[in-house]
């Protein structure tokens, strides 16, 4: 059982910056795959990025934002950097202990999800 807790989301400027962490519980942390979806008002939650022991990332963020992880902590963290206002999401931590996916369908957990709200 993994549970995830994410906190950093905020109210930013375009060309801004900010960074989300993500705290799973589990003596596991280190075997899942974890990632980051997102979903804005009126649309489908969409892949961010994901993190095994190697990274990759939806096109849209690919050169912004970094996806990392300190086992030891077990956290997940999300750089995001040069945000755009169609950035402005809820984001949705993620893991499963699996899978690497882009579907957010196959990962088995979620945690509630932090705003992020970028401002022109």
């Known amino acids: 059982q993994m549970q995830l807790v994410e906190s950093g989301g905020g109210l930013v400027q375009a060309g801004g910056s900010l960074r989300l962490s993500c705290a799973g519980s589990g003596r596991t942390f280190s075997s899942y795959t974890m990632g980051w979806f997102r979903q804005a008002p009126g649309k489908e939650r969409e892949f961010v990025a994901a993190?095994?022991?190697?990274?990759f990332y939806a096109d849209s963020v690919k050169g912004r934002f970094t996806i990392t992880r300190d086992n030891a902590k077990n956290t997940v963290y999300l750089q995001m950097n040069s945000l755009k206002p169609e950035d402005t999401a809820v984001y949705y931590c993620v893991a499963d202990a699996t899978r690497s996916s882009r579907y957010s369908n196959e990962y088995g957990y979620w945690g509630q999800g932090t705003q992020v709200t970028v401002s022109s």
């Open positions: 993190i095994r022991w190697y990274t």
